[in-house]
Nanobody, 129 residues
Framework: QLQLVESGGGLVQPGGSLRLSCAAS????????IGWFRQAPGKEREGVSC????????YYADSVKGRFTIFRANTNNTVFLQMNSLKPEDTADYYC??????????????????????WGKGTLVTVSS
C-alpha cells in the first residue's frame, strides 16, 4: 500500500528551526513532483515548497523564501523540509504530497494540491512563545 508519512512537527519558539521528514512506505519516491503543503486554522491549504523529480526545479511560496529549504535524501525515499527563522504565522498542519502527473509549466503551477496523487496525514507545527 502506497503511503507517505510525515514527522518532525512540534512546538518551537519564534526564530527557531524544525526539520520535517516525509518517508515513503511501499514505494520509492520517484514522482514527477513532490512537496509540502500547509493549512492553518480557518485558512485554505497552500503550497509551501515543491521539487521536481530531477531535482532541477524548485518552488517556494513567497512567505517562506530564504527561510525554508526542501531536499531529498540520497536514498531518494525521504524528502525533508528544513524550516528556519520560524514565525507564528508558520503555524499549521504540514502535509507531504506527491504527483505522478507530467505537467507542463512552471513549478509554481505544478505545486498545487489539486495535482497531487498521494499525500500523508500531516504533522502539526506550532510556533509560539
Amino acid at each position: 500500500q502506497l503511503q507517505l508519512v510525515e514527522s518532525g512537527g512540534g512546538l518551537v519558539q519564534p526564530g527557531g528551526s524544525l526539520r520535517l521528514s516525509c518517508a515513503a512506505s511501499g514505494f520509492t519516491l520517484d514522482f514527477n513532483t513532490i512537496g509540502w503543503f500547509r493549512q492553518a486554522p480557518g485558512k485554505e491549504r497552500e503550497g509551501v515548497s515543491c521539487v521536481s523529480s530531477t531535482g532541477g526545479g524548485y518552488y517556494y511560496a513567497d512567505s517562506v523564501k530564504g527561510r525554508f529549504t526542501i531536499f531529498r535524501a540520497n536514498t531518494n525515499n525521504t524528502v525533508f523540509l528544513q524550516m528556519n527563522s520560524l514565525k507564528p504565522e508558520d503555524t499549521a498542519d504540514y502535509y507531504c504530497a506527491a504527483s505522478n502527473r507530467r505537467l507542463i509549466g512552471t513549478m509554481s503551477r505544478k505545486c498545487a494540491w489539486g495535482y497531487m496523487d498521494y499525500w500523508g496525514k500531516g504533522t502539526l507545527v506550532t510556533v509560539s512563545s
